[in-house]
């Protein structure tokens, strides 16, 4: 499967799992072991909102990326307790994470708020990560294919991909996220394929292939990482669990 270039995308998704303190404890024990790494990859961490700032002002120099979990839609105006585009942007993050499955579930987004997510991110030059995925009761139904179709569809119909912006979509079973256990990685190269149709339906083959990075979530360790990334797999992953521990999370990326 062709790629945005040929760098190993990772990123580090550690959700509410982290106090301030042990997060920018744990960015710095990552910055330190990533120095002595040789592997092909590029390393983004997306930490909560509050610890944004600290974080960037660890990774300022580095090599690492900086992430965030959610964005709100509008530039600025009466929306409380939300976060714009721009000030991620400010912070010095480049990805951004939109329609998870957890926010799908717990937060109610819909369709329509991560399309709409999706613009506000590319509007001011970030990276979205879109996530999509079926639940066990989907596949259980024989609706894998087209539930992931139908979200790729909803999510950037519609949507202007300039030269130069960027777009990753992470492929992440619902069933199989923190479960320890990952889907065969033939499962997500298949998927990926499913993927890249529904974009091909959407933009050009050649702005699929150049601009959109496919990658793969859910119960990504250290022994399975390497099936799933690399020549002819997938152009990187989505990590949960396994991030949020230095010696295990490095341990991964030296797989790659
Ligand atoms: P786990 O790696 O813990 O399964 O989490 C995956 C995920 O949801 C990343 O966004």
């Known amino acids: 499967m062709p790629n945005l270039n040929s760098k190993i995308l990772v990123l580090a998704n550690w959700k509410v799992n982290l106090s301030l303190a042990e997060t920018l404890a744990l960015v710095k024990k990552l910055l330190t072991g990533v120095a002595k790494l040789k592997g092909n990859f590029e390393l983004g961490l997306c930490p909560t909102f509050p610890a944004l700032p600290g974080v960037a002002k660890l990774l300022q120099k580095k090599k690492v990326l900086l992430g965030a979990q959610n964005v709100f839609w509008k530039p600025n105006g009466p929306y409380t307790g939300e976060i714009s585009p721009s000030v991620l942007r400010e912070l010095g993050v480049k990805y951004v994470i939109v329609g998870h499955s957890e926010r799908r579930q717990y937060l109610k987004e819909t369709d329509i708020m991560i399309r709409q997510k999706i613009a506000a991110t590319l509007a001011e030059g970030l990276t979205p990560v879109l996530c999509v995925g079926e639940t066990f009761a989907e596949r259980q139904a024989g609706q894998k294919d087209i539930v992931v179709a139908r979200q790729i569809s909803a999510a950037l119909t519609g949507i202007t991909l300039s030269p130069g912006h960027e ?19 033939e499962e997500a190269f298949y998927i990926a394929r ?63």
């Open 167 to 185: 777009l990753v979509i992470a492929y992440e079973p619902v069933w199989v996220i923190g479960s320890g256990r990952a889907v065969a990685p």
């Open 194 to 256: 499913v993927i890249r149709q529904s974009l091909i339906d959407i933009f050009s083959t050649r702005m699929v292939d150049s601009q959109i990075k496919i990658i793969y979530g859910g119960s990504v360790n250290t022994s399975n990482i390497a099936s799933f990334v690399g020549r002819g797999k997938l152009g990187g992953v989505l990590v949960g669990g396994a991030s949020l521990e230095a010696k295990s999370f490095l341990a991964l990326l030296k797989q790659l």
